[in-house]
């Protein structure tokens, strides 16, 4: 559900348009969900099979056939590593759009190491607005038919996603152990990590001055670092669609979050049934006008 949530707007693509933005869904996706098991279970160690592979194939432009993630790394290879090892690529990099889609997919897999590490604490907003970055900012310029021009901007209105998502998911984090609002903003308020995390600050006057700044504040800081992408023209239309989609579905969690007085022990029935809801309503559509 939460994929769909994110990103069911893909099904209504054009074949070839659908097919490039399902692969860079899929290879963020796999990476996520592996990075997430290792917090878990970490003695199955799929993240760090993934990364000593993805190592392998930086390093010296190698695949291992039977490796299980194989056939996602050979298609990395050939989208973002078909200069591997020319020198006149290697001086364009920087100013390559396959170059920087390379790195901010190294960067993304670092940030998954990092993030979902044990006992994981974001201390100051410095590093909270770090830590949107080097997620769904990174994340956002890997998408397909992204140039150059509109290369930053992505990143910010990744940073924004990052946000929200976070927001939507703070009962899932919580059950998990996990608060991603930071130290120095939970002690302004008054309220504790523990508080959060057993969903014993909901009702407080604390939270509540809490989850106002973080609406009334931060929020809209985020969206006017955003503007850039938000106004931008000349968009491939598959990128215009999922930034209405985006906005729609930012204005519905903080619609849903406001509506249940921030508490996020009854948002997620709320908001999931107005998703499903809405998809149900979108298939309905691409069945009546399919691509």
């Not at 901010?104 to 770090?130: F, K, Q």
């Not at 992204?146 to 990744?158: R, V």
């Not at 998502?165 to 059950?175: K, S």
């Not at 120095?184 to 508080?195: C, F, I, N």
Request: net charge neutral.
């Amino acid at each position: 559900m939460k994929d769909e949530d994110n990103a069911a707007w893909v099904l209504g693509l054009e074949p070839d348009v659908k097919q490039a933005w399902l692969d860079r869904i899929r290879w963020i996706r796999i990476v996520d969900r592996l990075a997430e098991n290792e917090r878990i279970e970490p003695h199955e160690r799929r993240f760090s099979r993934f990364m000593e592979a993805w190592r392998l194939l930086r390093s010296r432009g190698f695949v291992d056939p039977s490796c299980p993630f194989a056939s996602e790394l050979s298609a990395i290879r050939a989208l973002w590593l078909r200069g591997d090892g020319d020198p006149a690529r290697a001086r364009r990099e920087a100013d390559d759009i396959e170059g920087r889609s390379l790195a901010a997919w190294d960067a993304y897999l670092l940030a998954l190491a990092d993030y979902h590490a044990p006992g994981l604490l974001i201390c100051t907003m410095r590093e909270h607005d770090t830590m949107l970055m080097r997620l769904s900012g990174h994340i956002f310029q890997l998408v397909p038919f992204l140039t150059m021009e509109h290369w930053d901007a992505a990143g910010e209105f990744g940073r924004l996603d990052q946000f929200f998502n976070n927001l939507r998911d703070m009962q899932e984090d919580a059950d998990r152990g996990i608060c991603y609002l930071p130290e120095e903003e939970l002690a302004r308020h008054g309220v504790t990590r523990a508080q959060v995390i057993s969903g014993r600050c909901v009702g407080t006057s604390g939270y509540d001055r809490l989850m106002r700044s973080w609406l009334d504040e931060v929020m809209p800081a985020l969206y006017a670092r955003a503007a850039p992408f938000i106004e931008a023209r000349g968009l491939h239309p598959s990128l215009e669609i999922m930034r209405a989609w985006s906005l729609r579905r930012y204005a519905r969690i903080t619609r849903v979050f406001r509506a249940t007085g921030f508490d996020y022990r009854r948002f997620p029935a709320r908001y999931w049934a107005e998703v499903r809801r809405d998809l149900a309503e979108r298939r309905q559509h691409l069945r009546a006008h399919p691509v």
